[in-house]
């Protein structure tokens, strides 16, 4: 077994704050402006198809608000971490909530390229490509440790490609 030669990690505690804050103004200001009883109201006269689609459409997204809700309790309840381990001859992103499946282990000699991309005014994005052309972010993971990452990767994998879109200082 290989030792891990670099690890970042940060909480999921942060997403989960975010992402149940941002639920819960969403959710005050459609009840808030809703007018449940005039909608009920013209859901009754409508014809069986209608109703049926409007039941669907709300039934959906009552599973994607309560889908959402079980992932933010489960990041803040937890508060597991996230990671990224550069081991020797591959490196190893960890994503502590198996819901969003976002976790992958890589080959070195499978990394062609890696990209810094500087955006102003948003968040920057930090990731890199295989052979086959598949993109693998560091979700979640703060731009600073990802960059770190990446310029660990750079330095060290000498038959990789640096591709840096803008200006760091912008």
């Keep these: 077994m290989e030792q891990c030669v670099i690890s ?22 459609a009840t808030y402006f809703a007018e449940f009883e005039d909608k009920l109201a013209s859901l ?3 014809i069986l198809t209608a109703q049926i689609f409007v039941t669907f459409i709300v039934l959906s997204i009552a599973l994607i608000i309560t889908y959402l809700l079980v992932i933010s309790f489960r990041d ?9 381990k550069l081991y020797e001859t591959y490196l190893v992103f960890t994503e502590p909530n198996n819901w969003m499946n976002k976790s992958y282990k890589l080959d070195y000699k499978d990394i062609v390229e890696v990209h810094k991309e500087y955006w102003v005014g948003e968040s920057n994005e930090f990731y890199v490509k295989t052979r086959n052309g598949k993109r693998y972010d560091f979700p979640n993971l703060k731009d600073e440790s990802a960059e770190q990452a990446l310029d660990y990767l ?14 760091k200082n912008t």
Excluded: C, M, P
Excluded at 10 to 28: D, E, P
Excluded at 154 to 167: A, F, M
């Design 8 to 29: 970042y990690q940060q909480s999921t505690r942060n997403r989960g704050l975010f992402n149940l804050i941002a639920l819960i103004v969403i959710l005050s200001i």
């Design 44 to 46: 009754k006269e409508a």
């Design 76 to 84: 803040v309840l937890l508060n597991s971490k996230f990671s990224l």
């Design 154 to 167: 750079s330095t060290n994998l000498k038959h990789v490609k640096v591709v840096i879109d803008g200006s």
